[in-house]
């Protein structure tokens, strides 16, 4: 979350228009059910696999550096 709010606060600050409605982060609700398989160790919490992997760091960072 914290990658698209700077993303989005940079966009306002230089004038670039964005569509809001792809700024949208779904809530993820962590219970005993859903996290068999997740890594809850600190490594699993800075790997963003918890929420969907590194990919979207990639593509924020390609707009960036364009």
Known sequence: ?????????????????????????????????????LDVSQAGWESSDWFGGPEYQAELSKLWND
Do not use: C, H
């Not at 700077?6 to 059910?33: C, H, M, N, Q, W």
């Open 1 to 37: 979350m914290q990658w698209l709010a700077v993303d989005l606060a940079a966009r306002s600050l230089l004038g670039i228009s964005f569509d809001a409605a792809k700024y949208t982060v779904e809530p993820r609700v962590f219970t005993a059910d859903n996290i068999a398989d």
